[in-house]
């Protein structure tokens, strides 16, 4: 059974590009969130995908965008980048987003690199 | 607003040492809360997930004990090993709007030496 799947691994971009990140959720599970790590911090929640719609965002600015695909696979995009979206980009898959406290399922992450 | 606590930043330890990495959480109103290990530009990896309603968790030599009412948590490691080295994260569910995220601390990072 095969976990969250993230693609790809390492992405370096300058500043001005746009960014397409993909993530496959854990077998099973319908509910996809997105994380932003930058170095030496903790991950910091930028959206979760349910149902094909965006249920809640964190803080972070409209240049970043995503989409949940009928397979519950999910996109993140982000325009315009900056030297300041380097970071390390995880996903994480649970089922059913409205159960109180749901575990989080990692990925191993996109290191993105803005130039 | 949850704000999620983690001390100390970096620890340094010789192996053979029993070790305690701390969480605090703001909000004690918590439905469980959960630790992660990070090796160096790697995902995270659950290590242990304690409900609210438990005082302890085990897993070989770790042990994470949750006191919600003074808002702490503790991992304690066992007899480190090298190989223990990495960043460690707690984090706690947060419910807005009917759905969960996770809030995070900013790490404690672990170095185990021969």
């Known amino acids: 059974d095969a976990g969250v799947t993230q693609s790809p691994t390492h992405l370096i971009k300058t500043r001005g590009q746009q960014v397409t990140l993909r993530c496959s959720p854990k077998?099973?599970?319908?509910?996809v969130s997105w994380y932003q790590q930058a170095l030496g911090q903790g991950p910091q929640f930028i959206f979760q995908?349910?149902?094909?719609?965006?249920?809640q965002r964190g803080n972070f600015p409209d240049r970043f965008s995503g989409h949940q695909f009928p397979n519950y696979s999910s996109e993140l995009n982000v325009n315009a980048l900056l030297l300041g979206d380097s970071a390390l980009y995880l996903c994480?898959?649970?089922?059913?987003?409205?159960?109180?406290?749901?575990?989080?399922?990692f990925g191993p992450g996109t290191r993105l690199t803005v130039l | 607003k949850q704000e999620v606590t983690q001390i100390p930043a970096a620890l340094s330890v010789p192996e053979g040492e029993n070790l305690v990495l701390n969480c605090s959480f703001t909000?004690?109103?918590?439905?469980?809360l959960q630790w992660f290990r990070q090796d160096p530009g790697k995902g995270l990896t659950s290590l242990l997930l304690?409900?609210?309603?438990?005082r302890e968790q085990t897993s070989g030599r770790l042990n994470a004990s949750l006191d919600k009412s003074s808002g702490r948590s503790t991992l304690y490691i066992a007899a480190s090993q090298p190989g223990d080295s990495a960043t460690y994260l707690c984090?706690?569910?947060?419910?807005?709007?009917?759905?969960?995220?996770?809030?995070f601390g900013a790490g404690t990072r672990l170095a185990v030496h021969p």
């Open positions: 077998s099973g599970h319908d509910t």
């Open positions: 995908y349910y149902e094909e719609e965006e249920r």
């Open positions: 994480a898959s649970s089922l059913a987003a409205r159960v109180p406290g749901n575990e989080q399922f």
């Open positions: 984090a706690v569910p947060s419910l807005s709007g009917g759905y969960n995220k996770l809030i």
């Open positions: 909000d004690s109103a918590i439905y469980n």
């Open positions: 304690i409900q609210s309603s438990q």
